[in-house]
């Protein structure tokens, strides 16, 4: 399929009778996992007008902000690729030109099809890594592989994650449910949105029931009915399963969508929360997300952060890719009809998916 515009955006499409996936040229987003049949897609298209990174400058595009975050923003839409870092820059990396969630949100992308094959190619000469993401379809589920290359002569400690954030209409207050085999979670250790922040700041506690800051619990199972929220919590998948997967279901559209992986190369989930809060550019207090970000680490925190935290009950935080090395992680992504949500799903690595 040839390169088309989406949302203003260069873009390439696969598609069969069910799905229609696309991913933006630049920065690599998967922008759209349309279920063609409602015309519904549940990720997130930021409502503030899109642009390309390339054309992204600090100094005439204050409408996205003026941090290392702006030019992610100025590009960012649905499921974005966190490597080789996954949270912001140190002050003396964002001076070097390190952007939040590294260089693989805001790259070029070669992208073509062929045989029933989306193929995407990056280079991030930043952190020395090659990328390579392959999607095919198969009924209503897209079969992903992503491959990532260490060019350098030394161990690479990463955090590889996958940045997947649904939106509206499918995210709706008080009426979206979410399920995953989360076990022990904890709220993000700092403030993490201020007076819009409902939960109780690096409290740790049992999936789904997140601490409040003025006591009680909130069950995370359910997108939050206020007006205005925001958060950011991280959870450990069950350790003692193969797959690790999550599901979210809207009723007003009876559609489901969801991810599911192998559980070794993405222990964690964490999920932000934003709920027009943000009132600073972009966001304008008018944006409402939920990010399902499953990756190699539990929290968004600079690499030294991330390294001298290490681990987090005894689980590492970060994923190494051995020097001259390719590592691969396959993941399937899956948009359908349902009648609720369901608490179990297992993929059989190809076509089908068992639901229960």
Known sequence: MAEFQYRNRRAVAIENDLLRVTMLVEGGHIAELTHKASKVNPMWNPPWPSIEPSRFDRATNKQYGDDSEAKLLAGIMGHNLCLDVFGGPSATEAAAGLTVHGESSVAPYAITVSGGELIAKASFPLARLDFERRIRLRDSIALITESVT??????????????ATLGPPFLERGRTLFRMPATRSRVFETDFA??????KTGADFDWPNAPLKRGGTLDLRVYPSAEASGGYTAHLLDPHREQAFFAAWSPSSSLLCGYVWSRSDFPWIGIWEENHARKQAPWNGRTMTRGMEFGASPMPETRKQMIERGSLWGVPGYRWIPAGKTVTADYCAFVQTAKGVPD????????RLKFS
């Open 344 to 351: 179990e799903v297992v993929w059989d690595g190809g076509s």
């Open 150 to 163: 260490n060019r350098s002569a030394h161990d690479y400690p990463s955090a590889w994650t996958q940045h």
């Open 194 to 199: 201020g007076e819009f922040g409902p939960y």
